[in-house]
């Protein structure tokens, strides 16, 4: 009997996961027919039942009585990790949610495999903390105790642009240089690794991969970084107040403005500083829709905003914000050029990664064939235009630009885990 292992991409924005079975790699429906589910969770107040994916942001947004919450990924390795959050008035601590998420994913897999997968490959950024190799080797044994916690006995980690390469390379002919993009909600990482149809089941690539960068910038930056210039003006940020013409305190904007720290502006403490601040404010108006958006808890609809208009600008050279649950009619125009300047930083660094990437493999960027992105922040249009720039004679491909990785991860397991039961099995 052929063993069944799997790849599970939890990603920050979206995750997936794939079957291997005796060489047979599919992606599994995570939710209804969907391959990919987005990483987010809804805790029902009425009785604290999880909801996941699109049925927990249909939930939040529907204004269900309960506990949201995103970008959980990029909680591993960090302070928060030991904190915990308060969910529905208790105390729940961060290694219980992502588990409670990731064994939803797992119980899929399981359900489409007939039987309990006991060996994964769990894809991890290159880095999960900048900057920071502690609470790297942190972030991961971390997410080894919650793979062991859901049930998995045989676990392996792969970077995930490793695993994205994995996933293109069936389809490769002759030997191809590539470096892969792989820019998700949290991280961008970067691989220069040398790719084949006829490497396909080498039982070692270390030799093939040449170099990994990453860096812990990604498209929930970008959200960042357009609400901060496009949208929190309108609440007030950076606005005035009282007789000396201070600024009000920007943190409950830049709180707002990131997914995983929203949660902790709901404070009793929080709305009556600014309820008292909006008595000297010189922008009543403005900042008094900042102190809604607190009362009624709808920071996670305001990014979602955000984020909406992120997407709208990949298309369209203007879109206008509709943000009816503030005031009614309320909209604002954003134009393509102001999203593009809000994170010229943020698009910099991530070239800056991919250019580093390079120059660890010993390699120019004219001898790239082949540019693979993956991870749905490389549809915005000036993370194209960069790498475009950077690899002008390079092929793109960019197909399955949210399955990838966990497509990838599968084959790795079969690698790993297959692979080596075959060998063993013939000695």
């Not at 939710?31 to 996941?52: C, Q, W």
């Not at 998420?101 to 769990?122: G, P, S």
Request: proline share 3%.
């Amino acid at each position: 009997m052929a063993l069944i292992s799997c790849g599970i991409d939890f990603g920050t924005s979206n995750s997936s996961v794939a079957i291997a079975n005796d060489g047979q790699i599919s992606l599994v429906p995570v939710e209804a027919a969907h391959v990919t589910i987005p990483s987010a969770l809804f805790f029902r107040r009425v009785d604290n039942k999880a909801f996941y994916g699109r049925t927990a942001i249909s939930l939040f947004f529907d204004r269900q009585d309960g506990r949201f919450m995103r970008s959980l990924k990029r909680v591993l390795g960090t302070s928060l990790m030991k904190q915990g959050t308060l969910v529905n008035g208790a105390s729940m601590n961060f290694s219980t949610i992502i588990s409670s998420f990731l064994k939803h994913i797992k119980d899929k897999a399981d359900a489409v495999a007939n039987q309990e997968i006991d060996h994964v490959v769990m894809g991890r950024p290159v880095h999960f903390v900048d900057n920071d190799p502690e609470a790297d080797v942190r972030a991961q044994a971390e997410l080894l105790a919650i793979a062991q916690r859901i049930g998995f006995k045989h676990i392996e980690f792969q970077f995930e642009p490793i695993a994205a390469a994995f996933a293109h390379e069936a389809r490769i002919s002759g030997e191809k240089l590539a470096i892969v993009a792989d820019l998700g909600g949290g991280t961008s990482d970067f691989t220069v690794i040398k790719l084949s149809n006829q490497y396909v089941h080498k039982p070692d690539r270390s030799s093939d991969i040449l170099a990994n960068t990453g860096i812990r910038v990604g498209g929930n930056d970008f959200d960042k970084e357009l609400s901060l210039a496009a949208i929190m003006p309108e609440l007030g940020f950076r606005s005035t107040y009282g007789p000396k013409n201070l600024e009000v305190p920007l943190k409950p904007y830049v709180d707002l403005a990131e997914w995983s720290k929203v949660n902790f502006l709901y404070t009793p403490k929080i709305i009556m500083q600014v309820r008292q601040l909006l008595h000297q404010s010189h922008d009543k108006k403005r900042y008094g829709r900042l102190l809604k958006v607190l009362e009624d808890e709808t920071g996670h609809t305001l990014l979602a905003a955000a984020e909406g208009t992120k997407i709208a600008l990949s298309s369209q050279a203007e879109h206008n914000a509709t943000f009816d649950f503030i005031e009614d009619g309320f909209f604002i125009p954003v134009k393509r050029e102001l999203f593009e300047k809000s994170i010229e930083d943020d698009v910099e660094k991530i070239a800056a990664s991919a250019r580093q990437c390079l120059q660890l493999a010993g390699v120019r960027n004219e001898a790239i064939d082949l540019v693979i992105l993956t991870g749905g922040s490389t549809e915005v249009q000036s993370i194209q235009t960069a790498f475009k720039n950077l690899f002008p004679n390079a092929a793109i491909a960019d197909e399955n630009k949210l399955s990838s990785v966990g497509l990838g991860l599968a084959y790795d397991s079969d690698y790993k885990f297959g692979q080596r039961t075959k060998r063993v099995s013939q000695v």
